[in-house]
């Protein structure tokens, strides 16, 4: 009885902490997503930058590293924080930043948690099947229970 006690104490903070993969975003990629590398001219995707696992697997790992600022608690805030990055040739992200924040310690969680994902992508590839950097953009959400 003493284990059951123990289970159920700590399933509230366990619920917190759990991501129903039902409830992650949908994600739209746009029709094409254009290379920004410093070579020639910008040529289109033929195939996407992956994460590892897909995109479960990249917000299931993203949320494991992000915690709610208290200040953006106390403030009620919420929504939509939009990080932009380039996934390059070799899978590694550079040039990360916010493009769109919302404020209250959020932005600054939000990139920090790209900062910290552990595998690199698997890059996008031209025509040739060749491996080219590729500017993405994907948003964190912050939302009340």
Request: hydrophobic share 35%; aromatic share 10%; glycine share 8%.
């Amino acid at each position: 009885m003493s284990a059951l006690l123990t289970i159920l104490t700590c399933l509230p903070v366990m619920v917190f902490c759990q991501i129903n993969v039902d409830s992650l975003p949908r994600i739209e990629v746009p029709p094409t997503i254009k290379n920004n590398s410093l070579g020639g001219g910008p040529e289109e995707c033929t195939s996407f930058p992956e994460y590892p696992g897909g995109m479960e697997a990249l917000y299931l790992e993203l949320y494991s590293y992000i915690t709610y600022p208290k200040m953006a608690q106390t403030a009620c805030i919420h929504g939509r924080v939009f990080i932009e990055f380039t996934v390059d040739s070799t899978g590694h992200m550079r040039d990360l930043k916010v493009l769109k924040g919302i404020g209250g310690g959020c932005d600054e969680e939000a990139l920090n948690a790209f900062k910290s994902l552990k595998h690199c992508w698997v890059p996008a590839t031209d025509c040739q099947k060749q491996p080219i950097d590729c500017r993405m953009r994907q948003p964190v959400y912050f939302e009340f229970e």
